[in-house]
Protein backbone atom coordinates (compact mmCIF):
# COMPACT_ATOMS: atom_id res chain seq x y z
CA UNK A 1 0.00 0.00 0.00
CA UNK A 2 1.40 3.60 -1.20
CA UNK A 3 1.18 5.56 1.91
CA UNK A 4 -0.07 9.56 1.23
CA UNK A 5 4.02 10.83 2.25
CA UNK A 6 4.99 8.63 -0.52
CA UNK A 7 3.18 10.41 -3.30
CA UNK A 8 5.24 12.05 -6.35
CA UNK A 9 8.87 11.48 -4.23
CA UNK A 10 10.39 10.47 -7.35
CA UNK A 11 11.08 13.33 -10.01
CA UNK A 12 12.19 13.29 -13.32
CA UNK A 13 15.14 14.73 -12.32
CA UNK A 14 15.58 11.37 -10.00
CA UNK A 15 14.54 9.40 -13.04
CA UNK A 16 16.86 10.98 -15.54
CA UNK A 17 20.38 10.43 -13.74
CA UNK A 18 19.39 6.89 -13.06
CA UNK A 19 21.43 3.95 -14.86
CA UNK A 20 20.33 1.19 -16.79
CA UNK A 21 21.18 -1.97 -15.91
CA UNK A 22 23.81 -2.59 -18.03
CA UNK A 23 25.20 1.08 -17.15
CA UNK A 24 24.84 0.42 -13.30
CA UNK A 25 26.86 -3.39 -13.91
CA UNK A 26 29.83 -1.01 -16.48
CA UNK A 27 29.85 1.07 -13.28
CA UNK A 28 30.44 -1.54 -10.69
CA UNK A 29 33.12 -3.12 -13.35
CA UNK A 30 34.52 -0.03 -13.55
CA UNK A 31 35.30 1.56 -10.20
CA UNK A 32 36.43 -2.32 -9.38
CA UNK A 33 39.21 -1.27 -11.81
CA UNK A 34 40.36 1.65 -9.50
CA UNK A 35 39.59 -0.08 -6.40
CA UNK A 36 36.33 1.63 -5.48
CA UNK A 37 33.06 0.75 -4.50
CA UNK A 38 29.76 3.30 -4.91
CA UNK A 39 29.48 5.31 -2.28
CA UNK A 40 31.87 6.85 0.09
CA UNK A 41 33.24 3.45 1.86
CA UNK A 42 36.05 2.24 0.08
CA UNK A 43 37.42 -0.10 2.32
CA UNK A 44 39.04 -3.67 2.16
CA UNK A 45 35.95 -5.02 2.96
CA UNK A 46 33.60 -3.01 1.02
CA UNK A 47 35.97 -3.69 -1.90
CA UNK A 48 35.61 -7.26 -1.16
CA UNK A 49 31.64 -7.81 -0.81
CA UNK A 50 31.76 -5.59 -4.30
CA UNK A 51 34.14 -8.06 -5.51
CA UNK A 52 31.61 -10.92 -4.94
CA UNK A 53 28.61 -9.35 -5.40
CA UNK A 54 29.56 -8.76 -9.53
CA UNK A 55 30.30 -12.56 -9.61
CA UNK A 56 26.80 -12.90 -7.94
CA UNK A 57 25.39 -10.59 -10.70
CA UNK A 58 27.29 -12.67 -13.34
CA UNK A 59 25.79 -16.11 -12.36
CA UNK A 60 22.29 -14.68 -12.34
CA UNK A 61 22.14 -13.26 -15.43
CA UNK A 62 23.23 -16.08 -16.79
CA UNK A 63 21.29 -19.05 -15.04
CA UNK A 64 17.85 -16.90 -13.80
CA UNK A 65 14.78 -18.53 -15.52
CA UNK A 66 11.69 -16.63 -15.50
CA UNK A 67 8.81 -18.65 -14.16
CA UNK A 68 5.60 -19.03 -17.16
CA UNK A 69 2.87 -17.21 -14.76
CA UNK A 70 5.14 -14.23 -14.03
CA UNK A 71 6.00 -14.08 -17.93
CA UNK A 72 2.62 -14.14 -18.82
CA UNK A 73 1.66 -11.43 -16.21
CA UNK A 74 4.39 -8.83 -16.97
CA UNK A 75 3.65 -9.56 -21.15
CA UNK A 76 -0.37 -8.82 -20.07
CA UNK A 77 0.93 -5.41 -18.86
CA UNK A 78 -0.85 -3.01 -21.59
CA UNK A 79 0.72 0.67 -19.79
CA UNK A 80 3.73 2.44 -19.78
CA UNK A 81 5.37 1.64 -16.17
CA UNK A 82 8.90 3.12 -14.70
CA UNK A 83 10.30 0.64 -12.61
CA UNK A 84 13.09 2.63 -9.93
CA UNK A 85 15.61 0.77 -7.50
CA UNK A 86 18.09 1.98 -4.91
CA UNK A 87 20.74 0.11 -4.93
CA UNK A 88 24.56 0.25 -3.97
CA UNK A 89 27.21 -2.13 -5.52
CA UNK A 90 28.29 -3.09 -1.79
CA UNK A 91 24.77 -4.89 -1.27
CA UNK A 92 24.38 -8.47 -0.93
CA UNK A 93 20.71 -8.67 -1.27
CA UNK A 94 20.73 -6.16 -4.17
CA UNK A 95 23.37 -8.54 -6.17
CA UNK A 96 20.98 -11.55 -5.49
CA UNK A 97 17.56 -9.79 -6.73
CA UNK A 98 19.16 -7.14 -9.41
CA UNK A 99 19.33 -9.56 -12.03
CA UNK A 100 16.03 -10.99 -11.70
CA UNK A 101 13.88 -7.68 -11.57
CA UNK A 102 16.17 -6.83 -14.74
CA UNK A 103 14.97 -10.19 -16.51
CA UNK A 104 11.54 -9.44 -15.34
CA UNK A 105 11.37 -5.88 -16.63
CA UNK A 106 12.94 -7.18 -19.96
CA UNK A 107 9.52 -8.98 -21.06
CA UNK A 108 7.56 -5.86 -21.44
CA UNK A 109 8.60 -2.82 -23.39
CA UNK A 110 5.90 -1.14 -21.63
CA UNK A 111 8.32 -1.38 -18.67
CA UNK A 112 11.78 0.23 -18.00
CA UNK A 113 14.08 -0.13 -15.71
CA UNK A 114 16.40 2.73 -13.93
CA UNK A 115 19.15 2.13 -10.97
CA UNK A 116 19.91 5.51 -8.35
CA UNK A 117 22.27 4.84 -5.60
CA UNK A 118 20.68 5.39 -2.26
CA UNK A 119 23.44 7.39 -0.78
CA UNK A 120 23.00 9.76 -3.64
CA UNK A 121 19.30 9.97 -3.19
CA UNK A 122 18.51 9.98 0.26
CA UNK A 123 15.44 11.95 -0.25
CA UNK A 124 13.92 8.86 -2.13
CA UNK A 125 15.14 6.16 0.11
CA UNK A 126 13.83 8.42 3.61
CA UNK A 127 10.18 7.99 1.95
CA UNK A 128 10.56 4.15 1.55
CA UNK A 129 12.33 2.95 4.72
CA UNK A 130 11.69 -0.38 5.85
CA UNK A 131 11.11 -0.55 9.62
CA UNK A 132 12.53 2.64 9.56
CA UNK A 133 16.22 1.62 8.20
CA UNK A 134 17.76 2.27 4.94
CA UNK A 135 17.49 -0.74 2.97
CA UNK A 136 18.12 -1.74 0.25
CA UNK A 137 17.46 -2.90 -2.84
CA UNK A 138 14.19 -1.26 -2.85
CA UNK A 139 11.87 -1.64 -5.84
CA UNK A 140 9.25 1.36 -6.10
CA UNK A 141 6.56 0.51 -9.30
CA UNK A 142 5.86 4.03 -10.89
CA UNK A 143 3.58 5.08 -13.80
CA UNK A 144 4.46 6.83 -16.95
CA UNK A 145 4.18 9.98 -14.64
CA UNK A 146 5.77 8.64 -11.72
CA UNK A 147 2.96 8.24 -9.64
CA UNK A 148 3.91 5.33 -6.96
CA UNK A 149 2.07 1.82 -8.04
CA UNK A 150 3.48 -0.79 -5.51
CA UNK A 151 7.12 -1.43 -3.91
CA UNK A 152 9.40 -4.30 -3.19
CA UNK A 153 11.79 -4.78 -1.03
CA UNK A 154 14.41 -4.86 0.55
CA UNK A 155 14.75 -9.29 0.02
CA UNK A 156 12.13 -11.77 -0.06
CA UNK A 157 10.04 -12.49 3.09
CA UNK A 158 11.91 -15.95 3.76
CA UNK A 159 15.14 -13.64 3.95
CA UNK A 160 13.56 -11.31 6.21
CA UNK A 161 12.98 -14.23 8.31
CA UNK A 162 16.28 -14.85 8.51
CA UNK A 163 17.07 -11.20 9.49
CA UNK A 164 14.69 -10.93 12.42
CA UNK A 165 16.89 -13.85 14.04
CA UNK A 166 20.03 -11.81 13.55
CA UNK A 167 18.28 -8.47 14.86
CA UNK A 168 17.26 -10.88 18.07
CA UNK A 169 20.71 -11.46 18.77
CA UNK A 170 20.23 -15.69 18.26
CA UNK A 171 22.95 -15.60 14.82
CA UNK A 172 25.99 -13.34 14.30
CA UNK A 173 25.99 -10.81 11.25
CA UNK A 174 28.67 -13.59 9.56
CA UNK A 175 26.14 -16.32 10.15
CA UNK A 176 23.27 -14.39 8.72
CA UNK A 177 24.92 -14.11 5.76
CA UNK A 178 26.00 -17.71 5.02
CA UNK A 179 22.37 -18.77 5.96
CA UNK A 180 20.40 -16.05 3.56
CA UNK A 181 22.74 -16.11 0.62
CA UNK A 182 22.84 -20.52 1.08
CA UNK A 183 19.12 -19.49 1.02
CA UNK A 184 18.98 -17.63 -2.65
CA UNK A 185 21.08 -20.01 -3.81
CA UNK A 186 18.76 -23.17 -3.10
CA UNK A 187 15.59 -20.76 -3.72
CA UNK A 188 16.96 -19.52 -7.79
CA UNK A 189 15.15 -16.22 -7.66
CA UNK A 190 11.53 -18.48 -6.76
CA UNK A 191 9.88 -16.79 -3.89
CA UNK A 192 11.51 -13.02 -5.17
CA UNK A 193 9.17 -13.79 -8.34
CA UNK A 194 6.18 -15.09 -6.51
CA UNK A 195 6.11 -11.85 -4.76
CA UNK A 196 6.33 -9.51 -7.58
CA UNK A 197 3.58 -11.59 -9.76
CA UNK A 198 1.39 -11.09 -6.52
CA UNK A 199 2.10 -6.87 -6.74
CA UNK A 200 1.15 -6.86 -10.31
Keep these: MIEEKEQQVVSEDHWNKGLSYENYRALISRLLALNQTTG ?6 MIEYTQLNEKRMNKWDKITK ?3 ELQQKVKAIDTKQR ?3 L ?3 WCGDAAQNLPVIHQIVALNS ?3 LRLIL ?5 DVMDAYLTNGGRSIPKLIMLDEQLNPINTWGPRPAP ?3 ILKEMKAGDITYDEFAIKAHTWYAKDKSLSLQKEIYSLL
Design 83 to 85: WLV
Design 159 to 161: VQE
Design 40 to 45: QDHSEK
Design 118 to 122: RDENL
Design 87 to 89: TEA
Design 66 to 68: IST
Design 110 to 112: NIE
